[in-house]
């Protein structure tokens, strides 16, 4: 308690000292310590005409502020009212600071802490909202599953401290790529997905390739070594779930892996290759 009491004088004296502690039109704090203490002029008055005097109301209320006790009790209202409106500005200030803390924390649930994009818990909660939209809007919908190839090397040769630096310097670079309503995410690792909103696959591929081009010919001065990426793409199809879409995507991604990196192929591509291979 002894800890908590200065405290508590320091954030009284500080409201005390801001203007929203005397702002009638903002703090009802303020109007609550008026009303609050309103009764006690009133009664005091009333005690004056009934008791006192027998005169009018009037001269009653002039009597009242006949000594210093009187005026104590007449100013009430205002005394009152300063000690609430500061009081409402302390409470005004501690929601403030709540309210920061829950935004904060709900950041930190949504976005991945080192690169700062979306994370893989904000992709799976928005997936079926997309998808719902895509179909209300009778729009297609790409995914894009993109890997850094071969980044354990690069942990290995250049330490871990660089390959965060290239993570985050890639993040900010796919961001940039994006349009403002498509959804590029920590997947997890070296791993990120694009979601991209009204992109069939063809187009997809394009914008995949513009970003595979980027990042190979050096997406961010801070990456001095060599880098590229591998990206496997898929188009949502009717009643998909995420793990169906996301498994042709990332099936498509394995195979860009198998067949020398730095590429980008389409699941329907991958697939009518599976299917020649398996002789269908």
């Given at each position: 308690?002894s800890?908590?009491?200065?405290?508590?004088?320091?954030?009284?004296?500080?409201?005390?000292?801001?203007?929203?502690?005397?702002n009638f039109?903002k703090?009802?704090?303020?109007?609550?310590?008026?009303?609050?203490?309103?009764?006690?002029?009133?009664?005091?008055?009333?005690?004056?005409?009934?008791?006192?005097?027998?005169?009018?109301?009037?001269?009653?209320?002039?009597?009242?502020?006949?000594?210093?006790?009187?005026?104590?009790f007449?100013?009430?209202?205002?005394?009152?009212?300063?000690?609430?409106?500061?009081?409402?500005?302390?409470?005004?200030?501690?929601?403030?600071?709540?309210?920061?803390?829950?935004?904060?924390?709900?950041?930190?649930?949504?976005?991945?802490s080192?690169?700062?994009?979306?994370?893989?818990?904000?992709?799976?909660h928005?997936?079926h909202?997309?998808?719902?939209?895509?179909?209300?809007?009778?729009?297609?919908l790409?995914?894009?599953?993109?890997?850094?190839?071969?980044?354990?090397?690069?942990?290995?040769?250049?330490g871990?401290?660089f390959?965060?630096?290239?993570?985050?310097?890639?993040?900010?670079?796919?961001?940039?790529?994006?349009?403002?309503?498509?959804?590029?995410?920590?997947?997890?690792?070296?791993?990120?997905?694009?979601?991209?909103?009204?992109?069939?696959?063809?187009t997809?591929?394009?914008?995949?390739?513009?970003?595979?081009?980027?990042?190979?010919?050096?997406?961010?001065?801070?990456?001095?070594?060599?880098?590229?990426?591998?990206?496997?793409?898929?188009?949502?199809?009717?009643?998909?779930?995420?793990?169906?879409?996301?498994?042709?995507?990332?099936?498509?991604?394995?195979?860009?892996?198998?067949?020398?990196?730095?590429?980008?192929?389409?699941?329907?591509?991958?697939?009518?290759?599976?299917?020649t291979?398996?002789?269908?």
């Open positions: 308690m800890i908590e009491f200065p405290q508590q004088i320091e954030e009284f004296v500080t409201a005390a000292k801001n203007p929203y502690s005397y039109f703090n009802l704090y303020l109007w609550f310590g008026i009303l609050w203490g309103l009764p006690i002029p009133l009664v005091t008055v009333m005690l004056e005409a009934s008791f006192i005097t027998s005169s009018s109301l009037f001269d009653s209320f002039t009597s009242a502020f006949s000594s210093p006790l009187q005026w104590f007449m100013v009430h209202p205002l005394l009152f009212g300063t000690i609430f409106g500061i009081l409402g500005t302390v409470r005004h200030e501690k929601d403030r600071q709540l309210n920061e803390k829950i935004l904060e924390l709900n950041n930190l649930t949504i976005h991945d080192l690169t700062g994009l979306k994370n893989r818990r904000y992709f799976v928005i997936f909202d997309e998808c719902a939209r895509s179909l209300r809007r009778k729009e297609s790409s995914l894009l599953f993109l890997d850094i190839d071969h980044f354990k090397k690069i942990n290995d040769s250049h871990h401290y390959g965060d630096i290239v993570l985050k310097e890639l993040a900010a670079y796919l961001q940039k790529q994006c349009r403002p309503y498509d959804t590029p995410v920590r997947w997890g690792g070296e791993e990120f997905l694009i979601l991209l909103r009204a992109t069939d696959e063809k997809a591929a394009q914008f995949a390739e513009r970003v595979r081009k980027g990042i190979e010919s050096g997406c961010s001065p801070a990456i001095t070594v060599p880098l590229t990426i591998s990206i496997g793409l898929a188009e949502h199809m009717t009643n998909d779930t995420l793990e169906q879409m996301t498994d042709r995507a990332d099936q498509a991604l394995y195979h860009a892996k198998q067949t020398g990196r730095n590429k980008v192929v389409c699941w329907s591509t991958y697939k009518e290759f599976r299917d291979a398996n002789g269908v």
